[in-house]
């Protein structure tokens, strides 16, 4: 039988971590699961409830209901992503605003709701052959991960890159702002408490800003391949 492993990818904001992690799982036929969306979909729970808007976020009020926050993931068509659940409603679409990614990471900060979805996470990755992308995942939720990979651009190209994918969506967004959420976030993210950003001493790190996606995949997908096999 082939030899499944941990694969953890960590790294900045819009780095293009999951459209990796999600081709490796099924070229590797592995379970895909993008972290960042359980963030997003408890943020999203948190601003119906009215517990976070603009300069205002009652943490209490959250940490007191995450007991009633249940996230999952569907099988999505045609492409067979995968689409995250809030207690059972698809909410794909919602978690995926400028407004979501702007309160995304102060409930990031917080202790419990980490320790929640993490908790989840190794539940989801314990019998191996899973593709995991997120922040923390080879440092905190699978320390022990087989592969570790780091990802990074300049701010500039994930900004452009992110901007794009909201105007294909019929956004209507202004790049400054994207911009400035990009960078805000790698804030936020960089110098919590809790699990902050930063790369795994064995991680490898790539700079994908001059790398096209299909380079990306095969670079990394050889060192999928390599660790299955015992050779590195
Ligand atoms: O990957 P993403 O941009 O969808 O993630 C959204 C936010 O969630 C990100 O700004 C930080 C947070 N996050 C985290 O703290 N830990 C993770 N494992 C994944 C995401």
Do not use: C, W
């Amino acid at each position: 039988m082939i030899k499944k492993i941990t694969i953890a990818i960590d790294g900045y904001s819009s780095t293009g971590k999951s459209t990796v992690a999600k081709q490796l799982a099924d070229y590797l036929d592995y379970i895909y699961v993008d972290t960042g969306a359980m963030y997003r979909a408890v943020t999203y729970f948190a601003m119906q409830k009215g517990y976070i808007s603009e300069n205002h976020f009652d943490k209490e009020a959250l940490i007191n209901s995450l007991d009633e926050i249940t996230v999952g993931f569907e099988k999505a068509k045609p492409f067979e992503t995968a689409d995250v659940l809030l207690n059972g409603k698809n909410i794909e679409a919602e978690i995926r605003t400028l407004e979501v990614s702007s309160f995304v990471s102060p409930i990031a900060t917080v202790p419990e709701v980490r320790r929640k979805l993490v908790h989840q996470q190794q539940l989801i990755g314990k019998q191996k052959g899973v593709s995991m992308d997120g922040r923390d995942i080879g440092t905190v939720v699978f320390p022990d991960a087989e592969l570790k990979i780091f990802m990074n651009a300049s701010a500039e190209q994930r900004a452009k890159r992110r901007y794009e994918e909201l105007l294909k969506r019929g956004d209507k967004v202004v790049y400054q702002d994207v911009y400035d959420n990009v960078v805000e976030r790698d804030r936020i993210d960089t110098t919590r408490e809790d699990s902050p950003l930063i790369k795994a001493d064995d991680a490898i790190e790539i700079d994908n800003s001059e790398m096209n996606l299909e380079d990306q995949f095969h670079i990394i997908l050889q060192l999928a391949k390599d660790r299955i096999a015992g050779r590195i």
